[in-house]
């Protein structure tokens, strides 16, 4: 499968155009994610249709608390992200240390998944777990199959995407949580993003109308001062206004962070009130 959205360069070279990295890929290399490749001057996927989980959870697990509530949500993954986040709590499917790691993937063809859908009687797909633009062009040709079987689209994501794919994606997209780690610090030193992609993406999303939800986890050490939890407030009613909904989750050791401390209580209730008071309308603290 051809890859949603790049452009040639000299001679064979390609720029990916998918998300952020925009990453330059010479003939028979991979861009950061390792998915998309330039193969002989087309830029493949190498994850499409490669499913590496499947579940049927409650909605309020993605989490999202103020769309279909009460609802159970069809959810699945291919592997791969665009970041590097050491406190992953799922690096074994996002996290791709070697291009084997594919074959781990079951082949579904995307009505594949509409009828699992059907056969339970849910109302929604997530397209969740790992990071979905790492198999956007998949989960679009899912997306569309589902808006056409009247099932709602909830993108589960880091925002990490590029203008061009967003486009092409927020028509499908019914609710999101997105995921806010911090200010630009945090994106630099341990993520690979940057915060005022993640911002523009809330926001396009907002302005669409698409259902928005955000989550925080606090990490102590790495944005738990007042300091970037005041940042974060602000730039969240800055970008998508008092109404968002914001999710403040605690940490818990995971991946290569297995000697920081759990997040301590006072420090979820502090971002919380601190919230409240600045006007956010509904904060929720999560995984205590
Ligand atoms: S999706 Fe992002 S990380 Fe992957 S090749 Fe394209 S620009 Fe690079």
């Not at 074994?92 to 082949?107: L, P």
């Not at 939890?229 to 969240?236: K, V």
């Not at 050791?253 to 601190?274: F, N, V």
Request: net charge neutral; proline share 4%; glycine share 6%.
């Amino acid at each position: 499968m051809e890859a949603l959205r790049y452009e040639t360069l000299q001679n064979g070279v390609l720029r990916c155009q998918v998300c952020p990295h925009y990453c330059v890929i010479p003939k028979g290399s991979s861009g950061i994610c390792k998915i998309r490749y330039n193969n002989n001057g087309k830029l493949l996927v190498r994850n499409y249709g490669r499913v590496i989980t499947t579940h049927i959870d409650p909605i309020e697990k993605k989490p999202i608390y103020h769309y279909l509530k009460g609802t159970k949500t069809y959810s699945f993954a291919c592997m791969g992200c665009n970041m590097r986040c050491p406190w992953c709590q799922n690096y074994q499917i996002s996290q791709i240390t070697d291009a084997t790691q594919f074959d781990k993937g079951i082949a579904y063809q995307p009505m594949d998944h509409i009828k699992m859908v059907k056969k339970y009687a849910l109302p929604s797909i997530a397209y969740t777990y790992t990071e979905p633009t790492m198999y956007i062009e998949y989960a679009l040709d899912v997306m569309r199959l589902a808006h056409e079987h009247d099932i709602k689209n909830i993108w589960v994501s880091n925002g990490f995407i590029s203008e061009e794919s967003r486009e092409k994606l927020i028509p499908f997209v019914d609710a999101a949580n997105i995921d806010y780690k911090g200010d630009e610090s945090v994106y630099r030193e341990f993520s690979l993003g940057h915060e005022d992609h993640i911002l523009s993406t809330m926001k396009a999303f907002k302005d669409a109308g698409i259902h928005l939800e955000v989550t925080t986890l606090l990490i102590p050490g790495i944005n738990t001062s007042h300091e970037m939890i005041n940042h974060m407030i602000d730039q969240l009613i800055k970008y998508t206004g008092k109404e968002t909904i914001w999710h403040i989750s605690r940490f818990y050791p995971a991946y290569k962070e297995q000697d920081r401390d759990i997040t301590p209580y006072e420090i979820l209730e502090y971002a919380k009130e601190t919230a409240l008071d600045k006007g956010l309308k509904h904060v929720y603290l999560g995984n205590i």
